[in-house]
Every structure is written in C-alpha cells, then in structure tokens.
C-alpha cells in the first residue's frame, strides 16, 4: 500500500521559511513525478511545484518562483518543499502527490495517483 505523509508545516510570520517533507512508503519514486500543491480555503487545489527525473528537474508555478526550492532523498524515499520568504498569501493546506510512472514535467492534478493527507501552512501579516 502506497503511503504519502507530510510534515513540517506550521504557523509563520511574513518573511519566515519553513521546510515540507513528503515521506514515501509502499513503493520507489526515485524518477518518478513527485510535486506539491496547495489549496487556500475557498480556492480550487494549485500547482506550485513539482521534481522529476534522473536529472531531478524542477518546476515552480510564478508565484513561488525564487522563494521555494523542491528537492528529493531516493535513499529516503522523500521529496521536499523549502519554503523562504513566506508571504500570507502562501497560506494553505499543502499537498504531495507522486506518480512513479510519470517522469515529465506536470502540472495537472489528474497524472497524480498517489496522495498525502495536507499539512496547513499559515503564515501571519
């Protein structure tokens, strides 16, 4: 059974970093499509970045681009999320996904089959 659990988030003030970490279990995701998303209350789910690849190519939404960093640990199986200079609209529930048989960059929720449970991020004004 594959498993996805995240930790790390937490309440933060404007300009403070945290660091998500995605745990897997079950199965290797070595090169496989791993990515975290976000999902602000009332809002659909986003994008915001994701890893792929031998080569661990990454992608970020503009949004976040230069303040997060994405990066994964095949010896730990785990996939994680830097978090630098947090703004409060970054506050959300953030998600991992992954998909071992994807190894291309994707940002759409649907090539994902595998899910974590969230950790909130808030960050305060």
């Known amino acids: 059974q594959v498993q996805l659990v995240e930790s790390g988030g937490g309440l933060v003030q404007t300009g403070e970093s945290l660091r998500l970490s995605c745990a897997a279990s079950g199965r290797t995701f070595s090169s496989g499509a791993m990515a975290w998303f976000r999902q602000a209350p009332g809002k659909e789910r986003e994008f915001v970045a994701s890893i792929w690849g031998s080569r661990s190519s990454t992608r970020y939404t503009d949004s976040v681009k230069g303040r997060f960093s994405i990066s994964r640990d095949n010896a730990k199986n785990t996939v994680y999320l830097q978090m630098n200079s947090l703004k409060p609209d970054d506050t959300a529930v953030y998600y991992c996904?992954?998909?071992?048989?994807?190894?291309?960059?994707?940002?759409?929720?649907?090539?994902?089959?595998?899910w974590g449970q969230g950790t909130q991020v808030t960050v305060s004004s």
């Open positions: 996904a992954a998909n071992p048989n994807v190894f291309m960059y994707t940002n759409d929720r649907g090539s994902y089959a595998y």
